[in-house]
């Protein structure tokens, strides 16, 4: 055991006694020294907690997956910059013909990884594979108003709406409206694709299932090429083992990172804390077709015996800031002035008591195998039986826990969304919209004709003040249905180790690493 691994388990020890005492302050992961030489190349090894589910783009369910494959392999016709605003990436240029047409002037200079050139038909046949029913893509819900993909020449394409579609192009800039080679999509055509094929400045070279997934630079990448040689992400599922080796320098970047690992982080010497603000937000939900949570006032008790700010508190380390909705605070449409139900015992036991309840039930909570949800878990646990509640905590691998909410094996479960566009649209289509149930999102299998009506409208208007209005209106809704509590706005946190450079997460959760830079 070399000296650096002993002074981190000191370290960890040490930690475990004042877990939850991390700093609240942004640490920045640029090195204070300039003097410090710098060159390209290197393999950047991330050691994560999970796998991606797959590496097709249209059939991932989370950002988890995504972010491996997004802005790394795949790209889409726009993007976003660093201040999350459009910009031109596969497309030079676009605009709106009339309310049902967009058209997109494409790049002449881009190429697929295996030779293929880009062009308007490669992104007729991307998206022509995402709408097949036959392929039955979970993520083809998100596009269902595209009528057609047209080809006008061989670098201008349209988008033929069958109706208006404002977040179009936020839509676009997420990992859904990524490009796929058109080689891949004869190749595998409705299965899912295990050999990622794009234009991005990575590109595949392996996947072990489990263990590791393996990419190496474009060397013929159109755009800004990537510095580092190679990028392994590493499946490592136990965090002070991740931890451990930024330590002795087997991996660079450690993510996700628990709160309660945050001060051990800070009291290292090879790595420090990355942290920003998402999109996205966590959340207890309710599957609301299984008794007895089919019954609002079940909902609504639970929801009045929830103490938040001690679960904020307590288990968060008031790391994240205290939710109103599934609405981060910098998503459009974000609903300032809803509230949360408020803390109120007796009013959760009358609640049950007029459900059928009096003296309680017994129900099971999932949850996936992280920290945090554990403890938060536990808190519930605590919290619920105040009330009569008997909660049996089911902890699952993610994946699993995944397939479980999506397929609507659950009654309670403890999740999180991470808006990929930055559009409310993102959260309420795929969220609480009735089209959505199931792995598309909406694992409340929850279903209200006003709800789906005002969502509906949204998407169609053109006016962003009314596009606001109306989202205020369906999140009341969901509210006062009690489809799920808020708990907090998602941060996005890291171990980074102090000699990388560049690293940054988006505010959706993307692993934003073409800028690394390993010193």
């Known amino acids: 055991m070399n000296w650096r691994l002993s002074r981190f388990l000191l370290v960890m020890l040490i930690a475990i006694v004042i877990t939850g005492c991390s700093t609240k302050k942004d640490v920045s992961t640029e090195d204070n020294n300039s003097?410090?030489?710098?060159?390209?190349?290197?393999?950047?090894?991330?050691?994560?907690?999970?796998?991606?589910?797959?590496?097709?783009?249209?059939?991932?369910?989370?950002?988890?997956?995504?972010?491996?494959?997004?802005?790394?392999?795949?790209?889409?016709?726009?993007?976003?910059?660093?201040?999350?605003?459009?910009?031109?990436?596969?497309?030079?240029?676009?605009?709106?013909?009339?309310?049902?047409?967009?058209?997109?002037?494409?790049?002449?200079?881009?190429?697929?990884?295996?030779?293929?050139?880009?062009?308007?038909?490669?992104?007729?046949?991307?998206?022509?594979?995402?709408?097949?029913?036959?392929?039955?893509?979970?993520?083809?819900?998100?596009?269902?108003?595209?009528?057609?993909?047209?080809?006008?020449?061989?670098?201008?394409?349209?988008?033929?709406?069958?109706?208006?579609?404002?977040?179009?192009?936020?839509?676009?800039?997420?990992?859904?409206?990524?490009?796929?080679?058109?080689?891949?999509?004869?190749?595998?055509?409705?299965n899912i694709i295990n050999e990622p094929n794009g234009t991005g400045p990575f590109v595949y070279e392996s996947w072990t299932s489990g263990q590791e997934i393996v990419f190496t630079k474009n060397k013929e990448y159109w755009g800004t090429k990537a510095k580092v040689d190679k990028v392994v992400f590493?499946?490592?599922?136990?965090?002070?083992?991740?931890?451990?080796?930024?330590?002795?320098?087997?991996?660079?970047?450690?993510?996700?990172?628990?709160?309660?690992?945050?001060?051990?982080?800070?009291?290292?010497?090879?790595?420090?804390?990355?942290?920003?603000?998402?999109?996205?937000?966590?959340?207890?939900?309710?599957?609301?077709?299984?008794e007895p949570f089919n019954d609002i006032r079940v909902r609504k008790a639970i929801s009045h015996a929830v103490e938040m700010d001690s679960i904020i508190k307590g288990v968060y380390n008031n790391v994240g800031k205290k939710a109103n909705s599934l609405l981060g605070s910098k998503v459009f449409g974000y609903h300032a002035d809803m509230e949360a139900y408020e803390y109120n015992l007796n009013e959760a036991k009358k609640l049950l008591a007029e459900a059928g309840y009096p003296d309680g039930f017994e129900t099971t909570l999932k949850t996936m195998d992280s920290k945090e949800r554990i403890n938060m878990a536990e808190v519930l646990q605590s919290q619920l039986k105040g009330i009569g509640i008997k909660v049996n905590i089911e902890v699952l691998e993610y994946g699993t826990f995944v397939q479980a909410v999506n397929k609507g094996d659950s009654e309670m479960f403890i999740l999180s969304w991470r808006n990929a566009t930055g559009d409310a649209d993102y959260n309420q289509y795929n969220l609480f919209h009735t089209n959505s149930q199931g792995a598309a999102g909406n694992t409340f299998f929850y279903s209200n004709q006003e709800v789906d009506r005002l969502i509906d409208a949204a998407r169609k208007e053109k006016d962003q003040n009314k596009r606001i209005e109306l989202y205020a209106k369906s999140q009341e809704l969901e509210m006062e249905d009690a489809v799920y509590i808020p708990v907090r706005v998602i941060e996005n946190l890291a171990a980074v180790a102090k000699n990388v450079d560049g690293f940054d997460i988006s505010p959706s959760g993307y692993l934003e690493i073409n800028d690394v830079l390993i010193k």
Do not use: C
Not at 268 to 280: L, Q
């Open 234 to 290: 590493k499946v490592v599922p136990e965090e002070t083992t991740r931890m451990s080796m930024i330590e002795t320098g087997e991996a660079h970047i450690a993510e996700p990172l628990s709160v309660p690992m945050m001060s051990t982080v800070e009291a290292s010497s090879a790595s420090e804390v990355y942290r920003s603000e998402g999109f996205g937000t966590e959340y207890i939900g309710f599957n609301v077709q299984k």
């Open 35 to 190: 003097d410090t030489a710098t060159k390209d190349g290197g393999t950047l090894v991330i050691a994560r907690l999970s796998d991606a589910e797959n590496l097709d783009h249209h059939f991932m369910s989370t950002i988890n997956a995504a972010s491996v494959t997004h802005s790394k392999i795949y790209e889409g016709l726009v993007g976003r910059d660093k201040n999350a605003d459009i910009k031109p990436l596969l497309a030079e240029e676009w605009k709106q013909l009339d309310d049902l047409t967009w058209e997109f002037k494409l790049r002449k200079d881009v190429k697929f990884h295996d030779g293929t050139a880009f062009n308007a038909e490669a992104v007729k046949a991307t998206f022509n594979r995402l709408l097949d029913p036959n392929v039955g893509s979970p993520r083809a819900v998100v596009f269902k108003m595209v009528k057609e993909v047209k080809t006008v020449d061989e670098f201008t394409v349209q988008f033929i709406l069958s109706e208006p579609f404002s977040p179009l192009l936020s839509i676009l800039a997420s990992h859904e409206g990524g490009i796929i080679s058109p080689k891949a999509i004869e190749k595998f055509g409705k």
